[in-house]
T-cell receptor, first 116, second 109 residues
Framework: NAGVMQNPRHLVRRRGQEARLRCSPM?????VYWYRQLPEEGLKFMVY????????ESGMPKERFSAEFPKEGPSILRIQQVVRGDSAAYFC??????????????FGPGTRLTVL | DAKTTQPPSMDCAEGRAANLPCNHS???????VYWYRQIHSQGPQYIIH???NNETNEMASLIITEDRKSSTLILPHATLRDTAVYYC??????????FGPGTRLSVLP
């Protein structure tokens, strides 16, 4: 069973461009979470999605950032008009959320975004 | 999330047991305790979780005190590859994980 897949692993963008980060959850997992880790800092929750629904986006910046998890295909984290402060590692996690108390989240290897 | 407190850093000799403490004095009855680690800049790796009883798997053991206000992650025979930042998390029911600064474990040869 493949783990959580993220691509690309490294992404370089110039200021003002768009960045698209993809996350394929583990097989059988229908819940996806995105986290951001700035250099030398801890992981910060951004958004929690189920298929076709955003459940909690309390950690998402109000502007330029959006996320989706369509019925088919991977979850996408989209950053428009990137700025240097967006340079960070972005991690995706997935869980099965079977209805018990918060289920274990399994993390992908991350996408390292560098904004020039 | 129940607030968790961990020492910022610890050292452990290779081959010895590493005992990483975590305080979660405000934990409620239905909040699990999760442990993850992050090796260098890799994605966080799930280690173990528990509610009341002690738990053991192929990676580690988790000892939770009877009052559930603290727990200890035990790596029975630490290796150099266990050098990482270890995170203790106690999320509210149905809520998302909050990662604190964790404990930076250095396994020394």
């Amino acid at each position: 069973n493949a783990g959580v897949m993220q691509n690309p692993r490294h992404l370089v963008r110039r200021r003002g461009q768009e960045a698209r980060l993809r996350c394929s959850p583990m097989k059988g997992h229908s819940h996806v979470y995105w986290y951001r880790q700035l250099p030398e800092e801890g992981l910060k929750f951004m958004v929690y999605l189920q298929k076709e629904n955003i459940i909690d986006e309390s950690g998402m910046p109000k502007e330029r950032f959006s996320a989706e998890f369509p019925k088919e295909g991977p979850s996408i984290l989209r950053i428009q008009q990137v700025v240097r402060g967006d340079s960070a590692a972005y991690f995706c996690a997935s869980s099965p959320r079977t209805g018990r108390s918060t289920d274990t989240q399994y993390f992908g290897p991350g996408t390292r975004l560098t904004v020039l | 999330d129940a607030k968790t407190t961990q020492p910022p850093s610890m050292d452990c000799a290779e081959g010895r047991a590493a005992n990483l403490p975590c305080n979660h004095s405000t934990i409620s009855g239905n909040e699990y305790v999760y442990w993850y680690r992050q090796i260098h800049s890799q994605g966080p790796q799930y280690i173990i979780h528990g509610l009341k009883n002690n738990e053991t798997n192929e990676m580690a053991s988790l000892i939770i005190t009877e009052d559930r206000k603290s727990s200890t992650l035990i790596l029975p025979h630490a290796t150099l590859r266990d050098t990482a930042v270890y995170y203790c998390i106690a999320p509210n029911y149905g809520q998302n994980f909050v990662f604190g600064p964790g404990t930076r474990l250095s396994v020394l040869p």
